[in-house]
């Protein structure tokens, strides 16, 4: 695998005023509908996480997106405002990825499907006013492609979200502040239900970690020839789950970006673990996959059944985020305390 941005796309490890504070409160407090700005028409105005202001004259309705941005955006009540995606948005046999939520996959221009595609031409065409994607390191336009993106951004404003070394309700906040800002109504019942699962998600982690303390929890991904070990203190999920109580393994040799620390397989039991959320991209080996390593299937964890899958690059919305919370809800409360 390589290093830098291509090592960081495999493992990365990854807005109204009410909602900004109940979720400084963690899903906690009233309804977040009732203080929602009405959507209007006319000037538009917004500063992104590089501290960029971008303003306009009138609102922008032709948004092109990381695919689980545009994903992220329709959560929050956006939806002919996307007219373009990239990033993996269909798998091989046809299905939606993952990454693509409740888009309209079939309404959307698909400008690229892998790391590193992006057709410039069509986006072009699709005459944008806005591209809106993560930011994992200061500057880095996620799957904005650095040997294009000279002739990429001077077709259109762009909008950088973080999504590294802040927890992850505050992308999520980011996003549903610009969603508000594109018209979307964060008072409307799917917004305001999504954000009740989400709250109630993250108090059933809590409650897991309470009632089975202990469980050591690592967030990994597997390659042909190396296992990576992300880091909690810099993927926003992790760095969210830890606060909610759960004890996540921290590696000590980390690699550029301080995102995971790369083992080889005859090392991959150097982190003791009662728990592992494993990478579920399909970038990523899966577990039939990893059967084959010897190390792998003497994992503690693995002999016990004990792996559960991984969002590595989550949807930043509460609908998004929601089940992963779940699912890892119950994963801690099944789990057992394992030697080694």
């Given at each position: 695998m390589l290093e830098s941005t291509v090592s960081r796309r495999s493992l990365l490890a990854g807005g109204a005023a009410g909602l900004v504070a109940l979720l400084a409160a963690c899903g906690r407090g009233d309804d977040p509908g009732?203080?929602?700005?009405?959507?209007?028409?006319?000037?538009?105005?917004?500063?992104?996480?590089?501290?960029?202001?971008?303003?306009?004259?009138?609102?922008?309705?032709?948004?092109?997106?990381?695919?689980?941005?545009?994903?992220?955006?329709?959560?929050?009540?956006?939806?002919?405002?996307?007219?373009?995606?990239?990033?993996?948005?269909r798998r091989a046999d046809g299905r939606r990825d993952r990454q693509a939520g409740d888009l309209d996959i079939e309404g959307v221009e698909i400008l690229g499907n892998v790391w590193g595609e992006f057709d410039l031409e069509r986006y072009a065409t699709l005459r944008p006013d806005l591209l809106v994607t993560h930011m994992y390191d200061p500057g880095a336009l996620w799957y904005v492609p650095d040997e294009s993106k000279a002739k990429i951004l001077p077709l259109a404003p762009s909008v950088a979200v973080t999504t590294a070394r802040v927890p992850m309700t505050k992308p999520i906040e980011r996003y549903a502040q610009l969603a508000e800002s594109l018209g979307a109504d964060l008072s409307a019942k799917k917004v305001t239900d999504a954000w009740a699962r989400f709250a109630a998600a993250a108090d059933a982690v809590r409650a897991a970690v309470k009632a089975n303390p202990g469980i050591r929890v690592m967030a990994a991904s597997g390659s042909p020839d190396l296992f990576y070990v992300s880091n909690p203190k810099v993927s926003t999920d992790l760095m969210y789950f830890a606060e909610l109580g759960v004890e996540i393994v921290v590696p000590t040799k980390l690699?550029?970006?301080?995102?995971?620390?790369?083992?080889?397989?005859?090392?991959?039991?150097?982190?003791?673990?009662?728990?592992?959320?494993?990478?579920?991209?399909?970038?990523a080996l899966q577990p039939a996959d990893l059967a084959a390593k010897p190390t792998w299937a003497q994992l503690p964890a693995v002999r016990a059944g004990q792996v559960t899958p991984w969002d590595a690059v989550p949807r930043f919305s509460h609908a998004g985020a929601a089940p992963l919370l779940e699912n890892l809800a119950t994963a801690i409360r099944n789990a057992k305390r394992l030697d080694g």
């Open positions: 009732g203080s929602a700005a009405k959507p209007t028409g006319g000037p538009w105005s917004f500063t992104d996480d590089r501290g960029e202001r971008l303003s306009a004259a009138n609102r922008p309705s032709r948004i092109v997106a990381f695919t689980g941005v545009a994903a992220a955006l329709v959560d929050f009540g956006l939806d002919e405002q996307i007219v373009g995606v990239f990033g993996e948005t690699e550029q970006g301080a995102y995971f620390e790369a083992l080889s397989w005859e090392n991959a039991g150097k982190f003791p673990a009662d728990l592992i959320l494993l990478d579920n991209r399909g970038t």
